[in-house]
T-cell receptor
Framework: GEDVEQSLFLSVREGDSSVINCTYTDSSSTYLYWYKQEPGAGLQLLTYIFSNMDMKQDQRLTVLLNKKDKHLSLRIADTQTGDSAIYFC?????????FGSGTRLSIRP | DVKVTQSSRYLVKRTGEKVFLECVQDMDHENMFWYRQDPGLGLRLIYFSYDVKMKEKGDIPEGYSVSREKKERFSLILESASTNQTSMYLCASSTQEGLAGVWELFFGEGSRLTVL
């Protein structure tokens, strides 16, 4: 079946950029989402990209999509303590959204 | 403000007990979902529903059932809880859009179930 891979942990210094990577197997994915889960909370849609785009920028967030390599990344510029969370990559194909394992982002002072 | 409310944040049950997890949404969404979240495994879909009284199996339905008697309420039932069902359970809802739609999922805060 479809698979979505993410590294489990990422630690960055406050003020640096964070880059969270994701690889997926389903080449027919249409929308690709990034969800954010803050401590003790449910998931919230952070941003998404449509499969005919290479890049999407939204304030401090940049999403890059390489369809050929089936690779998605989320860059957070000027990382702040409020960005501490688990980030889930979630490609969508036909009728299903598949979630990755999530990357826990921690911020060092 | 959109809201998905799960009735219990924390539950502790014994093996063999029947467990009900309740979820209510106030956004008049057609679609509702139950996921379980385990460390390193991400979210896995248990069941979903596109309409009242309708249900579809997700990827891991074994040991679970669901009920949707009203549009706003979707219940997850563990008929006989087992220790391997210890997990975080997340409910979500979304509007019914065509394939061109964004399909944003709105999640509850989760119910952490421990089965002893």
């Amino acid at each position: 079946g479809e698979d979505v891979e993410q590294s489990l942990f990422l630690s960055v210094r406050e003020g640096d950029s964070s880059v969270i990577n994701c690889t997926y197997t389903d080449s027919s994915s249409t929308y690709l989402y990034w969800y954010k889960q803050e401590p003790g909370a449910g998931l919230q849609l952070l941003t998404y990209i449509f499969s005919n785009m290479d890049m999407k920028q939204d304030q401090r967030l940049t999403v890059l999509l390489n369809k050929k390599d089936k690779h998605l990344s989320l860059r957070i510029a000027d990382t702040q303590t409020g960005d501490s969370a688990i980030y889930f990559c979630a490609p969508r194909s036909a009728s299903k959204i598949i979630f990755g394992s999530g990357t826990r982002l921690s911020i060092r002072p | 403000d959109v809201k998905v409310t799960q009735s219990s944040r924390y539950l502790v049950k014994r093996t063999g007990e029947k467990v009900f997890l309740e979820c209510v949404q106030d956004m008049d969404h057609e679609n509702m979902f139950w996921y379980r979240q385990d460390p390193g495994l991400g979210l896995r879909l248990i069941y979903f529903s596109y309409d009242v009284k309708m249900k579809e199996k997700g990827d891991i339905p074994e040991g679970y059932s669901v009920s949707r008697e009203k549009k706003e309420r979707f219940s997850l039932i563990l008929e006989s809880a087992s220790t391997n069902q210890t997990s975080m359970y997340l409910c979500a809802s979304s509007t019914q859009e065509g394939l061109a739609g964004v399909w944003e999922l709105f999640f509850g805060e989760g119910s952490r179930l421990t089965v002893l």
